[in-house]
Each structure stands twice: as C-alpha cells, then as structure tokens.
C-alpha cells in the first residue's frame, strides 16, 4: 500500500489538516475540537463503516493522538469527552504521552493472526495433492471440495505450495507480518495490541494497517502554539525530504515554503551526517579494522539501536557513541542560534522517541513527519507547487544526503576511508527491515561479522520507506539520488570531524 494515496492515508491527512486549522484559527478551542468529527464525517451513511457513529468514534481517537494526547479507555461505560485532557496538550512546547505507536480497539478488524483456508478455487482435484502432503491430516474433502481442520492443522504452508490451482490462501495479521520483532499480540477480542516492552516505534505496523487502526502521536499542535509564540523556530529536514512534497518541488522550493509556513531557517540533516560519517570512518579505522572491536555498529536509525540494545545487550558496547544526524544538526544549530527552538521534520515515528530520550540531549525541541508537515501546509493553504524559490539549499556532500537510503550511511562511511584512509581494507554490511537486522545481529553474536561495519535500518528500504513519507519508495529512491548527485562535494572536508568532537562536549 505505500504510495498509493488510499482512504486510510486521505483520513490521516485530513486529521492533520484539520487540527493544525484548530491551532491556527480556532477562538474557542474546546468547543472547535468536539466539533471537529461532525465536520469531517459530515454525511448520514458511513463510507467505510457499518455507520457513522462508529466512524466519527474512531475520528475522535485520531484527533486526539493527532493533538498528542491519549486515547480513551473503551472498557468504562463514560470514558470522558473528546476533549478531556485538553489543557495539558494546548501548549507551545513539546508533549508526549508514552507510548508513541497506538492501537485504536474500535478501528481493529481482529484481522486472523495466522491461518491458511481453501478458497472457492479449489476444483476439488483427483491427485489431492495438498491432503498429501499435510503431516498432520488436516485436510479432508467435503462436497468434493478441501477443507482444513484449523485445530489440527500447524500453519506449515506445505498444503499452499503444493495445490496446482493456487487455491488455498494465508491469512496473516498484515500489522503482525510486518512487525520484526513480535511486538503484535491480541486482546480476548482478537484485536491487536502492542506490547510496549518489545516495541522500538519504527511504524511499519501502522502503514501496513488496511483499516487504518494504528496511529502515532503528534506534536503539530504544540509547533504551531510554539510558532505563534514569537520565538525562533528553524527547522532541520532529513535527506528523505526529496520528492516527497511533488515530483516539481525542487529543494530550494520546499526551503522557501518552509519559510513562509513560519520557520526563521532550514538546515540539512544531513550537515550532522557529513560530522557523523567522518567521525565512524576514524573509529572504523583505528578500532575495527586494526581487530581491537569485532565489529561497529551504526546508530543512526534509532528503531534498529533500541532493538540491539534489548534483544542483544552484549552488543551496547559495539554500538555507535556518535551523536546521530539529527542530534548533531540540532546541537550545531544552537550553537549559533542560541535563543532558538529546533524541530525535526523527516519520516520517521521513532525520531519523536528520539527526541524526548534522556541518556543523551537531543536538543530537538519538536519531530513532525512529512506527512504530518503535509498537513499543516493544507491548513495553511500553501501549494508548494507554485512557489518561487527563494534559497539555496547547498551545504551537505552527497555522502550526508545519501543517509536517506538503506545502505547510504555504510556507503558514506565506506567513501570517507577511501578518500582519508586510503589503502585500508573496508567490509561494510547493510541490513533492512527489523528481521533482517535480528539475523545481522545474530551472525555478529556468532562471531560471523567480525571486521564488519553494519548498518541497520528498521524501515525495508531505509529512511525513505519511513512511517511518515508520502510517496512510493522506489520514487522517493530515485529523488535521494537526484538530490545526493546535486551536491557540489562528494564527501566532507576533515575539519567536519572536529566539528564533531566539539559539538559532544556541549
């Protein structure tokens, strides 16, 4: 489903817009955001409901986990007006109720979490071949038909792989399959829930819901509150950014609509990828390649460091101590704008993590996606289409923008040896997806990685297949790259390193 703009991903944007229009004009907040689902299912039969009650009941919960506050507990006969909790979330600084990623009961379809059935294909063959085949005889043939008997039967696909008609499908959990790290369980009801200890919030869950049950907090309302504050506000923007906002919206453009939308600057994320990929490349140089650390880890993807820290602890000390891109850019940009908030605007949910954690200062005073800035650009009425460019946008190498894509952050690491390190052996190693990162951590455990830098991304496909983009990942592949080649530098300079080394003393 990614980059196909479907019902889900309309609603979702339309929440956005709708809330950001609620902090930029609403005069009387509390009684603008009850109304608010009347305005948006604002018809007498249910598109895609049984009725409207129960699509306006879900609408509600988006508004709230869209103005960052919780969701009300179904179980309780009263569970409290939409605007319950109001006072806490109209606020103009960061607001965060754990956890980040949500299951909305009334939205879940109990969806089968695994189970394989005979469809009406079946032609009720001679041969039987999948009866065959099943160790445990749970097909049988009923009015010349196959059928499984699901308490016997053991989920090992044999029957599908064999049938010659493609007449027996597998039902699976689509938020369940996507999930690497099995953090998808299912209430009394059979409706998913996630399991806060095991989640890393990297959203693959939520854009792979077909019901659109699962969503993830945000924190535009409290940005707008923030910008009409007075104070300065400069955004910092992830190297995915490219092509996300339309196939015309050229880097310069997407610059100046930021800056009419009301930031005082916009910075490259990728500036604190050039510090960050010339300080591993040092590391990698002088500690793995001399065989003093087995191997190094990336850091970057904080979905893919939280889940090595929790399923393999004994690789803490493997995993990368430089600031991330996003820490680093937002470290340099107080730095010469002391007086100012940063926001973070890129695709991905768990940069919002990121941000609040404690172990290290982020300095990121807001995260929003790009589906989220989507939505307030709507409110705003600014079609980036037709804007005339006013900036530049020309101060990372293509090694800092090519962190976008799965494989650029070794790639940018890789190049940096080659350019200051000449002659030293590289092996780099790239996984996507949190599955594919578990087997990588696995033969690292093993003893199979050793001398590797391996990098891993949560997202198949890397940042730009994050929670938040807008667009199809092979388009958005084919931007990054457009926008890496467009950089008048291929690697940094080596004074970016100590640029680094400063910022960490901070």
């Not at 829930?193 to 309302?221: H, L, R, T, W, Y």
């Not at 050039?274 to 850091?299: N, P, R």
């Not at 931007?479 to 950089?487: I, Q």
Request: hydrophobic share 35%; charged share 25%; with cysteine.
């Amino acid at each position: 489903m990614r980059g196909i703009d479907t019902p889900v991903r309309q609603r979702r944007r339309r929440v956005f817009k709708e809330v950001a229009n609620l902090a930029y004009n609403s005069t009387n907040l509390k009684d603008d955001m009850e109304a608010l689902p009347y305005k948006i299912v604002d018809y007498e039969e249910s598109e895609f409901w049984e009725s409207v009650y129960r699509d306006r009941a879900i609408i509600r919960e988006r508004i709230r986990l869209a103005m960052g506050m919780s969701l009300r507990p179904e179980n309780r006969e009263h569970p409290g007006h939409l605007t319950q909790g109001l006072e806490e979330s109209n606020i103009d600084e960061k607001y965060y109720e754990p956890p980040l990623m949500q299951v909305i009961p009334s939205a879940c379809n109990a969806c089968p979490e695994n189970r394989y059935e005979v469809t009406s294909s079946c032609m009720g063959c001679l041969a039987h071949p999948c009866q065959s085949v099943c160790p445990k005889g749970a097909i049988s043939m009923k009015n010349g038909k196959s059928v499984i008997d699901q308490e016997k039967c053991i989920k090992c696909g044999k029957c599908r792989e064999i049938c010659p008609y493609d007449a027996i499908c597998h039902k699976e959990r689509p938020c369940k399959a996507a999930c690497g790290i099995g953090a998808i369980t299912s209430d009394h009801l059979g409706r998913a829930v996630i399991d806060n200890e095991k989640c890393v919030s990297c959203g693959q869950c939520m854009v792979s819901c077909p019901f659109g049950a699962i969503a993830d907090k945000s924190q535009i309302f409290q940005l707008i509150r923030a910008m009409q504050s007075g104070r300065k506000i400069i955004a910092q923007v992830a190297p995915a950014f490219a092509g996300q906002f339309g196939p015309k919206v050229t880097p310069e453009m997407f610059k100046t609509a930021l800056k009419e939308l009301g930031f005082a600057d916009v910075y490259e994320t990728a500036l604190g990828a050039d510090m960050g990929c010339m300080a591993e490349a040092e590391h990698y140089v002088k500690e793995v390649a001399t065989g003093k650390q087995q191997f190094a880890l990336t850091s970057c993807c904080p979905s893919w460091s939280v889940m090595a820290k929790n399923l393999f602890p004994e690789t803490i000390d493997k995993i990368s101590n430089e600031l991330t891109p996003m820490v680093a850019t937002a470290r340099l940009i107080k730095q010469e704008h002391p007086d100012a908030s940063v926001v973070f605007i890129g695709p991905c949910a768990s940069k919002k993590l990121e941000a609040s954690r404690r172990t290290v200062r982020s300095d990121v005073d807001f995260v929003i996606t790009f589906e989220e800035l989507t939505g307030m650009f709507e409110a705003k009425g600014i079609l980036l289409d037709e804007i005339k460019a006013m900036d530049e946008m020309k101060d990372a190498t293509a090694a800092g923008r090519g962190y976008g894509v799965a494989g650029g952050v070794a790639n940018a690491i890789k190049e940096c040896i080659e350019q200051y390190y000449p002659g030293t052996p590289v092996n780099i190693q790239h996984a996507e997806s949190l599955a594919e990162c578990k087997k990588a951590l696995l033969l690292a455990k093993a003893g199979k990685m050793n001398g590797c830098l391996i990098e891993g991304m949560a997202c198949p496909g890397g940042c730009i297949a994050g929670a938040g983009t807008n667009i199809a990942i092979p388009i958005a592949a084919r931007a990054v790259d457009k926008f890496k080649n467009e950089a008048e530098k291929k690697v940094p300079d080596e004074s970016v390193d100590q640029e680094m080394v400063e910022l960490e003393k901070e």
